[in-house]
């Protein structure tokens, strides 16, 4: 019974036995075999990249920080995703900026809300929250000396590279591959008109710079990490100059036209033809040769009559062309040629009777034209002429001061019987004292006004400040 019972068993062991070998053996190839094949198939691996960056460092405030070229560490989404995660953010106060609003014509207010508006579209998409961040760096920038004075000139600042410009969109060709559908620009222009309007995002604070999370720029290395919205984040100057008192900056109220959207805005577009009539009106002067020669006296001073024909928006243009390269130059115009003197000094009437001056002082940074409101209608009355008249008055130590006619400015200091040069910024005019001139009593209006002999009048030239 005992050896039936050994043989039964036996017999229903071995094929387990089999199985479990097998089993084995099928376990023992998968092993060597999966390795094998996971090697064969993967893509090779990629060593840890070691990521350089510059090391941070406080521009004094004695030093206007620089504003450095838009370029990217090479690594990754993941990897760049790794490394923004281990920067830390700030620990300083992160005050929310002041209100901003745009002043200037309705023109320029116009083509900053649009430039405003293609800012925060192009860069953070149909997305308000994203927008309104965006927003509020391009106003931080424009308020911050180290950046332009103006919307439009922050936001395609360097556009005119193909590399090295602030936001990608204005030098990467996006605005031409790329178009926005109405309602998403409406929703755009809305944002950035409350934005020009008072509107704040507080979390961003005084931020200057903003990356997404996915690059890694090198100059984020020498600012501090303030906030992340969405999958951008910001960042702003260390020491000083990310403080608020760094973003008193006066801000331009007049903007440029911007050609590359042209297509997008009514407002450029308008600004556009405007520059483009003038430019061409410049140049068919320049090749027929026609552009005015300088007084025999002063080869820096011109006296111009404008085409009837011109618009006056291209004045300032024919102006800088007359100019040409010299650092200093002074045009005076008037809209006929029986009103254009031919000769300086000018007479109290030829100077009432100005259409347009224009004057460069490049040593001084001064560069300005204006208008005769009175002819030239301009929204902005920074643009306008302010005629001054003065009067000559007898002294009896035979020097002479000028008391100004009601309304206009006294015109310091007192000058003395002989030649002097003008202090007004119009070289070339000169001012001689007249014993025959009559008294003019300080308060008093006299009945008659005679010109000056010599023209000592202040003719309307925008004065360096």
Known sequence: MTDT??????????????????????????????PALIVTVAPPVRPHRHIAMPPQRIVPQTELPAV???SYQDLPPDDARSFN???????????????????????????????????VLYEAGDDTLGQRSV??????????????????????????????????????????????????????????TLALTGSVFKPVGYATHYHTDWVVPYWSSSLDKVTKIRTHLFFRWTGWWGTPPAFGRHVLSSEPVIAKLAALSDAHRMGA????????????????????????????????????????????ALASATCGERPYCKVMAWNSKAK?????????????????????????????????????RRNDLSQCMKLQVFVPVARPTETFKLESLPGARVLPPPLSTTLKPATDGLTGVRRRADASAPMVKPGAQPTTAPAPKTGSISPGLPQPR
């Open 273 to 316: 033809a405007l520059v483009e009539a003038a430019t061409a009106t410049v140049e068919g002067a320049t090749l027929a040769g026609a552009l005015p020669p300088p007084i025999a006296t002063d080869t820096n001073s011109f006296l111009v009559t404008l085409d009837a024909k011109m618009p006056p928006e291209s004045f300032a």
């Open 5 to 34: 019972l050994t043989a039964t068993r036996a017999r229903i062991a071995a094929p387990a036995s089999i199985g479990l070998r097998l089993l084995l053996a099928v376990l023992a190839i998968a092993a060597l075999a999966v």
């Open 135 to 192: 927003a509020q760096v391009v106003i931080n920038r424009t308020r911050h000396p180290a950046f332009p004075k103006t919307i439009c000139g922050v936001v395609f600042q360097g556009a005119e590279r193909s590399t090295g410009c602030q936001f990608t969109f204005t030098c990467d060709g996006a605005l031409v591959r790329h178009r926005w559908s109405d309602d998403a620009w409406k929703r755009a222009r809305e944002t950035a």
């Open 340 to 376: 254009t003197p031919a000769a300086l000094p000018l007479q109290s009437s030829q100077v009432a009777a100005m259409s347009f001056s224009y004057l460069r002082d490049r040593a001084r940074g001064y560069d300005k034209a204006l208008w005769n409101c009175a002819e030239y």
């Open 85 to 119: 995660a281990t920067v830390p953010y700030s620990t300083a106060p992160n005050p929310a900026a002041r209100p901003f609003a745009l002043g200037g014509t309705d023109e320029d207010r116009a083509r900053a809300v649009d430039c405003m508006a293609a800012a």
């Open 68 to 70: 450095e070229p838009l």
